[in-house]
């Protein structure tokens, strides 16, 4: 706290002041950009709340088993790249689509080879559309260190990129994030923790004003000793909690409002829950207090993966099946064995008990029911 001011700067004049009024404006408020850059420098990497969310959906999702009976579409997913398992390769491109609303997958082909050798993840900031007049993607160019490189269709439509991409009602080619949607939170949560640190460095006391209630002005001398006495003993973190003495007609008052006033830890709580909306996770699985809609844990974790998780997997999945026909030659289907996901192994006991206690339903017709082959 700068204790020199409202004293530093003043012109000193024997006569009595007239009384000064300061009148002060809310500023129009500063929100942050919403590029896929921003969201990620602002979201993933300095707040805690979108940090772990991401990394719940993305590490959820990528624990979800893609199968398919294509030998050469499975071997692409149990090692898509060199020294790269499939679930960490998942993991990635789940995280791009969270935080840029687009994730990007280059398939690397040999020539004179058929099929693919390598899936690689580009980084969605990397990556631009190239459209012909129409709007349509005819390329995409990837930035590199040195130039950009152009990456266009081949000569039957198909794109050696494959682009996921979360729907944007305001752009027909690239996605939305979904912190864009959270923006304002997202910066509401980031500014109080700002405001936190200074007012911790600032002895945890808000900003206030001396008043001298004497009449007229306090002379050179005890003005001189005052400010000297401020910023030597009650300045800094290390006087915080020192108790003011004041005489001489001085008065203390506040020129801001208090973290009580201000209800600080409610607000944080709110933003906290709307950027865990955002990104498809139950608050009550962040611990966040106040969020009652779930009764219980377990309710809470089976919706988050029944709504979040499920539908990502679901998704990379059937654009993986549209996508890898073409350079595999043959028909390839990609789906998600949610058999083997333990978290949903609570409805699976329920429906096989149901099953068990339909008598009239014959065996073949209990397994397709089940989702089992005849």
């Given at each position: ?8 700067g003043m012109r000193?004049e024997?006569?009595?002041?007239a009384?000064l ?12 950009g919403?590029?896929a850059a921003s969201?990620t ?5 300095r707040?805690a709340v ?5 990394r719940?959906?993305?590490e959820?999702a990528a ?6 009976g294509h030998?050469?579409?499975a ?6 790249a060199p ?18 609303g687009n994730?990007?997958v280059?398939?690397v082909q ?5 099929g ?15 459209t012909?007049a ?7 160019a990837v930035?590199?260190?040195r130039?950009?490189?152009l990456?266009?269709r081949e ?5 050696p990129?494959?682009h ?15 912190l864009?949607a ?6 509401l ?5 700002d405001w936190?640190?200074a007012?911790?460095?600032?002895s ?8 001298y ?8 001398e005890?003005f001189?000793?005052l400010?000297s006495e ?5 300045s800094?973190?290390a ?9 001489g007609?001085?008065e203390?008052r ?7 006033e ?9 933003a906290?829950?709307?950027?865990a ?6 608050p009550?699985?962040?611990g966040?207090?106040?969020?009652n809609t779930y009764?219980?844990?377990?309710e ?7 709504m979040s998780v499920?539908p ?5 999945a059937?654009?993986l099946?549209?996508w ?12 998600c064995?949610v ?6 192994s609570?409805?699976?006991?329920a429906?096989w008990?149901r ?9 073949e ?10």
């Amino acid at each position: 706290m700068n204790w020199g001011w409202p004293f530093a700067g003043m012109r000193r004049e024997s006569k009595a002041a007239a009384p000064l009024i300061a009148l002060s404006q809310l500023g129009v408020a500063a929100w942050g950009g919403r590029d896929a850059a921003s969201l990620t420098q602002d979201g993933y990497l300095r707040n805690a709340v979108a940090y772990r969310c991401v990394r719940m959906v993305a590490e959820a999702a990528a624990s979800v088993p893609l199968v398919t009976g294509h030998e050469a579409a499975a071997k692409l997913l149990r090692a898509p790249a060199p020294d790269m398992a499939g679930a960490s390769f998942l993991e990635g491109v789940y995280t791009q689509l969270q935080l840029a609303g687009n994730a990007f997958v280059e398939a690397v082909q040999i020539d004179g080879r058929d099929g693919i050798a390598a899936l690689f993840a580009l980084r969605p900031d990397s990556v631009r559309p190239v459209t012909d007049a129409r709007g349509w993607v005819e390329a995409w160019a990837v930035r590199e260190r040195r130039g950009e490189r152009l990456i266009r269709r081949e000569a039957t439509g198909w794109s050696p990129v494959l682009h996921l991409r979360l729907f944007n009602p305001a752009d027909d080619v690239m996605g939305l994030p979904p912190l864009g949607a959270a923006r304002r939170a997202l910066d509401l949560h980031n500014a109080s923790a700002d405001w936190a640190k200074a007012l911790i460095d600032n002895s945890a006391k808000p900003s206030g004003a001396l008043v001298y209630g004497g009449g007229g002005r306090l002379p050179d001398e005890q003005f001189e000793t005052l400010k000297s006495e401020l910023e030597a003993h009650y300045s800094g973190a290390a006087n915080a909690g020192r108790p003011l003495l004041l005489e001489g007609g001085l008065e203390w008052r506040p020129m801001s409002l208090s973290p009580a006033e201000m209800d600080f830890q409610e607000a944080r709580n709110a933003a906290a829950r709307e950027i865990a909306l955002a990104l498809g996770v139950p608050p009550m699985l962040l611990g966040i207090p106040g969020d009652n809609t779930y009764s219980n844990y377990r309710e809470a974790n089976l919706a988050f993966w029944r709504m979040s998780v499920l539908p990502l997997a679901e998704k990379m999945a059937a654009a993986l099946s549209l996508w890898l026909d073409e350079p595999l030659g043959g028909d390839v289907e990609v789906r998600c064995d949610v058999d083997r996901v333990p978290a949903l192994s609570v409805e699976r006991d329920a429906l096989w008990a149901r099953l068990e206690g339909a008598s009239f339903a014959t065996p073949e017709e209990k397994r397709a029911i089940a989702g089992l082959k005849p």
